[in-house]
């Protein structure tokens, strides 16, 4: 079986349904490959293959709210808690004492979430496209956002619930997913007043790159036709949620041996700050077993698709050490 792809789902009891992509001998070490928005499991497909061929059973979940996965209703249900959880219940069910984990966006948050509630169960962490940043002890992150970027700001509108989805459907998945994952830039993403989500009639879809075809792009967008967006909104919708949550661990550190990737064309990378904090030793003091931070040149945020032959190198040469 390693070399078939297979699909199942888990009920994660207590929990929800969760779908899995894996690849690889059940026996072998496990790395679990968690997707970011507006993606599903689908976004590790260039991994994959690559690393079940190197020895391991890769496992690549569709979070909640996403692909074949439940999606609970209710905004309260997509908090960092809830998800790690989810993820806890995974690895237990995989039948594992510890995993390799890969994250990205979303899932690197949750990454460092499952790194930071449960060290245990990690063996070793590769995160890409957002590092951990610290909880923040006066400032909430909606409104410090709204502050810095205005009203505009994506982030900030999708706060308004029903609104954005409103707009998403108005607009269509298809054109919603494209323009998402081909339109960030290294400028923050400043939505336009009339049109903001990319709705105008008058206006062309963006063109492709050549690392995304058309039917990924149509993968995707049957996806979310067929759950909604909002359980992947919800995920922002949290922040101030979390914020709350995270109290109890304001002065943790992530503590495992942790690889870290970003590109330079990264929207993340180039927000106001996060250079500095990258490279100045912040982000080594918060993460102390950083062991290697590579900014590849010319690539955006989507990395693990842009570049999937060498996302998969550096996953492999990392975890191979553990």
């Given at each position: ?9 888990l ?9 899995i ?49 439940d ?32 994250g ?13 509630f ?45 609104v954005?989805?409103?707009e998403?459907a108005r607009?269509?998945?298809?054109i ?11 400028d ?5 007043e009339?049109y903001p989500?990319g709705?105008n009639?008058?206006?062309k ?39 709350e ?9 992530i ?15 180039n ?13 080594k ?24 032959e ?11 050490n553990?």
């Amino acid at each position: 079986m390693e070399g078939v792809t297979r699909q199942r789902i888990l009920e994660l009891k207590g929990r929800l349904n969760m779908n899995i992509v894996e690849k690889g001998k059940e026996e072998d070490p496990v790395v679990v490959l968690i997707h970011g928005f507006p993606e599903t499991s689908y976004s590790w497909r260039h991994q994959m293959s690559g690393i079940a061929q190197r020895g391991y059973h890769v496992v690549a979940p569709d979070l909640r709210g996403f692909g074949e996965t439940d999606v609970p209703e209710g905004v309260h249900n997509y908090t960092i808690m809830h998800v790690v959880g989810d993820l806890v219940s995974l690895i237990d069910a995989l039948d594992k004492e510890k995993v390799f984990v890969v994250g990205h966006d979303w899932g690197a948050v949750m990454a460092w979430g499952l790194a930071l509630f449960r060290p245990e169960k990690v063996k070793a962490l590769v995160n890409l496209s957002v590092p951990y940043n610290q909880r923040h002890p006066f400032f909430k992150p909606i409104a410090a956002l709204k502050a810095a970027y205005g009203k505009n700001y994506y982030i900030v509108k999708y706060q308004e619930v029903e609104v954005a989805e409103n707009e998403f459907a108005r607009v269509g998945s298809r054109i919603i997913v494209r323009n998402l994952i081909t339109g960030p830039n290294p400028d923050p993403p400043i939505l336009r007043e009339e049109y903001p989500f990319g709705g105008n009639p008058l206006e062309k879809e963006h063109s492709l790159p050549p690392w995304i075809t058309e039917q990924d792009i149509d993968h995707y967008a049957t996806k979310f036709e067929k759950t909604g967006f909002t359980g992947g909104l919800n995920y922002y919708r949290c922040l101030d949620i979390n914020w709350e949550l995270m109290a109890p661990w304001q002065e943790d550190k992530i503590r495992v041996p942790t690889k870290f990737i970003i590109g330079d064309e990264d929207l993340v990378y180039n927000m106001p700050g996060n250079k500095d904090y990258i490279h100045n030793g912040e982000f080594k003091r918060l993460v102390p077993l950083l062991q290697d931070v590579i900014i590849m040149k010319g690539v955006g945020h989507f990395i693990n698709q842009e570049k999937p032959e060498e996302i998969t190198n550096h996953i492999c040469q990392f975890i191979a050490n553990f």
